[in-house]
Every structure is written in structure tokens, then in C-alpha cells.
């Protein structure tokens, strides 16, 4: 893997040059359309942009960093950053409220269609995304994994307005993440069934996997985001999900699938394979729980197994503890009726990371902004400088692998203008692997190629579900209250399924799905 490196130095270069030949009364002809040295000396006016552009969270972008220079000296554009924090609702709507108006517009998901359906927004061209960005649409589809509905995706009511977006991490699968060592321990080689995997948690909890003599052990932890989801993606579904089954909406924690999957869930618990305190541990628990060694199963995103994690990473917290500790990344295991997969969410193209224009926003800004944000995807040496900063300062090669400088902080990012700020792009494998170890690539490479099943709404819609943002959370309040009961034995599965399912229907959940089949794509 080759290091890159001098980007700065080759701008000052050009500057220098550039200078020199100005003022001997030459041309200063390049055969680089995007130099500096052509931006110089073409005659031409910066195009001057106004943008609300993305921010680390809590640190609103400023104006006139170091990066942004960059970007406007590369592009002969002048940026006027209007310094908000995109991640606070209550800001970013009051703004447009009050009138204020801007060229470019990245969201954090924060109302953006609301903006839409008030006029605020402008549409652009599908035909110029794949014009003008081949390189940029071409890793949008490598993630999403199907061309055409990635072009469903990135409309909303049957128009574009945005320069998609999604990234690696959003589309990488929760993974199963095993102690190997305990499998070794209670002589276990693989898991390729539930049933398998029942032996696994039934070893991990009264086999002495640990080896210290003492009951103190559980198979799986099981709370948090992803709770379960290889059990789940063996019975086809995800739970708290919509999905189109006959051609009709149906909503997943009503279905046979769901209550077989709580009552094998059951099981486990009064087996004692599940750690019963999953139903009140926040995330952070259940992280230390597994630094100490009271489980063998971990369910994550691969984000939180990377090594630039640096010490909050999954993987490391556990080795700072026991030094002999190894793990392995299973794959998702198959169902009794042939179903198997992991949870991914259904992708959101128009949401988080999307940029959007202003209703007065000119077409010279959109390609402008196009042409910019294609060069930062298909160009690693613009990416890298704007992305991970200086090398020696920001960031390191060691053994051709790319390692961050850990003191950094995101106040640090924000005054340079580093990270998702100016170089935000749909990060695919190949990008992301040059800042991996081997452990990483191959937690990585498996979360985005395994079989996955979807959570979420997993349909593309025209809209927005005005039902589900009504009773949405009526809804899931009762199922996930169910949930829990179920699973610790507080209810009777059987006897209260039927009047369970009923009471969800009326909570709002009818009125969901008719919804849902009026608006969603056909």
C-alpha cells in the first residue's frame, strides 16, 4: 500500500509558481483543470457559496479554516460558513424559521423534509448526480448493493433534491463477536446452527469457560442495539421492523416469527444463559461487563471493533484486562426454515450526510458543489489531507497502515476544518481498509458482506409516514414493554399473545400500516 503524502507542499508549490509566472507576464498555462494555478490565473471571481456545512457534534463549524482554504484555493470558490451546530434540532429549524437562507445545506437529519415541503429547498437533476459524479454514485450503489433502488432512494416524493449519501459503517451488519478462547476452553470448534449456538451459551454459562473455578459466567449479555439479531435474522426478520410481505405492509413484532423468537428467548433466560440484569444495563455496562469477562458473546457494530476506536474499542477494553484473551466473528447461523442473516438498517440516502441546495441556489453552485465533492471521492490524496490532516501531525503511517493521532479531539477537528466537515463522502472497503489492521479487515470485510435482513422500514416511500410520527412510539412503548416481560417470564407468552397483538393495532398500529400501503413505491 503506497503512502501518500505532500499535498500541502504540492498547493504551496503551485502558489508559489503561479505567483512567479504572473508576475513575469506569463500565462501560467496547467494542464490540471482543477489547479490552483489555472483558479489563479484564469481572471475568474471566486463563486462565492453560502453553507451550512456538518460539524463534529457539539462544535460548530467555523469559517476559515485551514482546510476550507484548501478546498476554496483548489476550486476558485469562496465559502461563507454559517456556523451552526447541525445536530440541534431546535437551531438548525429556528434558522430557517426566521428566514435565513443558505446555498448549501448539510443535514444531520434534522427536519430536512420539512424544508422540502415548504418551498425552502431546491430540486436537482438525477441524470447530473450520474453525470457529473460517476465515482460518487458508483460507491452509493457498491453499498447499497441494488442500482435501482438507489434511485428510488434518493427521492423524496418522487424528485430529487440531494447529493446522496451514505458510508461503510451504516452499511455494515451487526456482528456476533465470540471469545475464542472460551471455545477453545469448553471445546467447542464452530457454531453453524441455533442449535449449536444454544450449546455455546449453555457452555459459556456452566462449562467454567474462563477457567477460574467459579459460577460467575453468562453465554450472551443480549442488550443494547442489537440485541439478539443473528436469532432474529434466522427467523427472516428484525423486530420492530415494516416490511412488505404479499404486497401488504406488515409490522414484525406482531408476526408468528416474532413470538416464536421470544419464546426461545424465554428459554435461554430461565436457562440462565442471559444476563438478567440486560434488561436495565445501559450500553456502557454492558461494554464493562464485557472488559471483565462475564459473557462470551458480544453483539456490535463493526465500528466499535476497530482499532482507531483506540482503547474505547470493544476489542481492546477487554484485552486491556486479560492480555490472553482472542476472539472470532461469527457468521450469522441458519433458522428452521432456512432463514439466516444479521441486522443492517434499510438505507437512508436523504437523511444524515446528505447536501442540499437552497431554492435560490444557481446551477453553476450545484455543479460546483458536485464537482467538489466527486474530487474528494475519487481522489485519495484531497481526501486524505482534508479528511485525516497533516501527516507527522494528525496522523501516522506505520507499516503502510494510516493511525489518527489519539490526543486529537473533535474541538481539534473543527478548528482545522478536518473529518466529515469538508471531505465527507461515501466511504467504501477500499477506502476504509487503509486505516485497518488485519483484525480490523476482517471484522469489516465480514459485516459488509454477510447475509443481512433489514430493520427499520424496509420499503422506499413517498413521504413522510405521518401515523407512524403520531403513534410510532405508542406503538413501540407496548411492544418493547411486551418484550421484556416475555423474555424474564413476567408474562405468559402464549396465553397473552393474541390480546397483545390486539392492543398494538388499536394503540395506532392500524392506522400505521394503512398509511404505510397508501405511500410507500410500487
Known sequence: MAKKRGFCVSVVFLLVITMLLTACGSNGD??????????????????????????????????????????????????????????????????????GEADVICTANTGITELIDQGILREISINDLYEKMPTWMAKIEELVGD???????????????????????????????????????????SVNSIEEFEELLDAFTYGDPDGNGVDDTYGIHGGQRYHFNYIWGAYGIMPDSYYVDNDEVIYTSITDEYKEVLTLLHKWYEA???????????RTMQRNKWSEGKFGVLEDNAYWCDSLRGESGVLKMLEAKNENATFEFLEPFEGPNGDVGAMVDFPSLI???????????????????????????????????????????????ENEILTVNAEQ?????????????????????????????????EVHSAALSQPTVYSGTAFPI??????????????SKIVSEYYFNAITGKIDIDSTWDAHVQEVLDAGLSDILAEYNEIRVK
Request: charged content about 30%.
Open 30 to 99: 496547467s494542464n490540471n483543470d482543477n489547479s490552483v494555478a489555472e483558479a489563479e490565473t484564469s481572471g475568474e471571481e471566486p463563486l462565492k457559496i453560502t453553507i451550512i456545512t456538518y460539524n463534529q457534534v457539539g462544535y460548530p463549524a467555523v469559517d476559515g479554516t485551514e482546510v476550507q482554504k484548501i478546498v476554496e484555493e483548489r476550486f476558485n470558490v469562496d465559502f461563507d460558513v454559517i456556523e451552526m451546530d447541525i445536530f440541534e434540532p431546535e437551531e438548525f429549524n429556528l434558522y430557517f424559521a426566521q428566514g
Open 147 to 189: 442500482a435501482e433502488l438507489v434511485k428510488t432512494l434518493s427521492q423524496y416524493n418522487g424528485k430529487n433534491y440531494c447529493i446522496p449519501y451514505t458510508h461503510g459503517p451504516a452499511m455494515e451488519s451487526g456482528t456476533m463477536i465470540v471469545r475464542k478462547d472460551w471455545m477453545e476452553n469448553v471445546g467447542i470448534d
Open 272 to 282: 440462565g444463559y442471559i444476563d438478567p440484569e440486560f434488561t436495565t444495563d445501559d
Open 351 to 397: 437523511g444524515d450526510g446528505a447536501m442540499y441546495f437552497g431554492i435560490n441556489a444557481s446551477d453553476e453552485v450545484v455543479y460546483k458543489m458536485m464537482e467538489i465533492k466527486e474530487a474528494m471521492a475519487s481522489d485519495w490524496d484531497l481526501y486524505e489531507r482534508c479528511y485525516y490532516g497533516v501527516e507527522g501531525e494528525d496522523y501516522t503511517y
Open 409 to 441: 479531539s473533535a474541538e481539534d477537528y473543527t478548528e482545522k476544518g478536518l473529518r466529515h466537515t469538508w471531505a465527507m463522502v461515501p466511504t467504501t472497503f477500499d477506502w476504509m481498509e487503509k486505516s485497518m489492521n488485519e483484525r480490523d479487515k
Open 462 to 475: 413517498n413521504g413522510t409516514c405521518e401515523a407512524l410520527t403520531i403513534k410510532g412510539e405508542d406503538v
